[in-house]
């Protein structure tokens, strides 16, 4: 069965620090992978999605980037955190090619706090 | 502007009641509609996914409605139970791209 892990699940940084958070998918190949940010009361916002390695769509100018290193990887990241960058990201993976029926599944996310 | 919006905000319910929510969409062309159940903390898991040509779904007491000629879904929750309590969250696709738009969500709370 295909799983998805996500961490850390919490993650206090000061300001003006970098940023790594890694998401990692088994039992499948070739996913679609995408990070989103979910901030408190609000709909989750899309910031950037890969249809392959190397391949990083970004939805969202700002000052964090993606990287997708190996197939099933998928790390965002920032060079200096804003206070704005606090908030749930969520890591999720969907199967390519399936059309209509292609779902979403998500980890468990990473709450981010910048102080 | 592909848009999807959804009804109420919140909702508080007694243990044992039904209850529906709301979703309303402008999302062009159409492919899918999903809705997620969002616990407090965690990442959204899929209930239901309805294509266009699905009125109805059911996923055990959740049961999701589609028209897809007024751009509005329903979900229904019968016989609510204190684990419903979370936030449900409605998606569009779109048919071409990978583009999926995202309500804000129902936060509902089952009480005793």
């Known amino acids: 069965s295909q799983t998805i892990h996500q961490w850390p699940a919490t993650l206090v940084q000061p300001v003006g620090s970098p940023l790594s958070l890694e998401c990692t998918v088994e039992g499948t190949s070739n996913p679609n992978l995408y990070w989103y940010r979910q901030a408190a009361g609000r709909g989750l916002q899309l910031l950037f999605y890969s249809v392959g390695i190397g391949q990083i769509s970004s939805e969202v100018p700002q000052n964090l980037s993606a990287s997708r290193p190996q197939d099933r990887q998928f790390i965002l990241s920032s060079k200096k955190l804003l206070l704005s960058d606090s908030g749930f990201y969520l890591c999720?993976?969907?199967?390519?090619?399936?059309?209509?029926?292609?779902?979403?599944?998500f980890g468990a996310g990473t709450r981010l706090s910048v102080l | 502007k592909n848009q999807v919006e959804q009804s109420p905000q919140s909702l508080i319910i007694l243990e044992g009641k039904n209850c529906t929510l709301q979703c309303n969409y402008t999302v062009s062309p159409f492919s899918n509609l999903r809705w997620y159940k969002q616990d407090t903390g965690r990442g959204p898991v899929s209930l239901t996914i309805?294509?266009?040509?699905?009125n109805t779904k059911s996923n055990g007491r959740y049961t999701a409605t589609l028209d897809a000629d007024t751009k509005q879904s329903s979900l229904h929750i019968t016989a609510s139970q204190l684990s419903d309590s979370a936030s449900y969250i409605c998606?569009?696709?779109?048919?071409?791209?990978?583009?999926?738009?995202f309500g804000t969500g129902t936060s509902l709370t089952v009480i005793p």
């Open positions: 998606v569009v696709r779109t048919l071409t791209g990978n583009q999926f738009y």
């Open positions: 999720a993976w969907s199967v390519r090619g399936r059309g209509d029926k292609n779902i979403q599944y």
């Open positions: 309805m294509t266009f040509s699905e």
